[in-house]
């Protein structure tokens, strides 16, 4: 039950990173389908969401390492990775994502 507990809250905390450093993000990415990542071997959890933006339409999962950064990938909606940034902080995750789902 604690690492669920755990994996709710790291969701939560990176969703309100990205709240905190644009506060309509995920309004202007066409957010929706919020999912927790479980942790594992590498990662301590996450969260994976759908985007329907300009450019980009398909799954961004943001997983937190052990090292205290993020791994970010993007999905197409066959749900084939497109894309992936490693090592990004709290204050990297909206301009990646920006930078992906605006195809700049």
């Known amino acids: 039950m ?3 507990t755990r994996t709710k809250e790291i969701a939560n905390t990176i969703i309100e990173q990205i709240k905190y450093a644009d506060r309509s993000a995920l309004m202007a990415w066409g957010a929706s389908r919020f999912l927790t990542v479980p942790e594992s ?3 301590q959890g996450g969260i994976s969401f759908y985007v329907n933006g300009l450019k980009f339409k398909g799954f961004v999962t943001i997983k937190l390492r052990w090292v205290d950064d993020y791994t ?4 197409n909606r066959r749900k ?4 992936t940034f490693e090592g990004a902080y709290c204050d990297m995750l909206v301009p990646v994502i920006d930078w992906v789902e605006k195809g700049e």
């Open 2 to 4: 604690e690492t669920i």
């Open 41 to 43: 071997n590498e990662f």
């Open 72 to 75: 970010i990938t993007f999905m």
């Open 80 to 83: 084939v990775i497109v894309k």
